[in-house]
Nanobody, 123 residues
């Protein structure tokens, strides 16, 4: 069992930045690839970024490439999502998740999920 708690969301103007954090507890953090997903109003939950257990491999959705960066600190059992040049269309609830895959963009391959943190970008 892995418990995930996101933080760092909030209201920001377009062009601004936020850093989301996801603190993990329970089973060994390094056993899992980690991912960030988001769900906007009236939309399905979509992939944002993923990172391997040691941080050596990352992947980002095309919609956020060059603006968002996923990272992790295994000593702190925490995964981060640095978001820059935010746009109103980035408004969503952001979720972190843990997978037994090295990395994955598929929602169904993530076993554990956090409760989410709201990010709102005003124009």
């Amino acid at each position: 069992q892995v418990q995930l708690v996101e933080s760092g969301g909030g209201l920001v103007q377009a062009g601004g930045s936020l850093r989301l954090s996801c603190a993990a507890s329970g089973r060994t953090f390094t056993s899992y690839g980690m991912g960030w997903f988001r769900q906007g109003p009236g939309k399905e939950r979509e992939f944002v970024a993923t990172i391997s257990w040691n941080g050596a491999i990352t992947a980002h959705a095309d919609s956020v490439k060059g603006r968002f960066t996923i990272s992790r600190d295994n000593a702190k059992s925490t995964v981060y999502l640095q978001m820059s040049f935010l746009k109103p269309e980035d408004t969503a609830v952001y979720y972190c998740a843990a997978s037994q895959r090295t990395i994955s963009s598929r929602r169904g391959e993530y076993r554990y999920w956090g409760q989410g943190t709201q990010v709102t970008v005003s124009s």
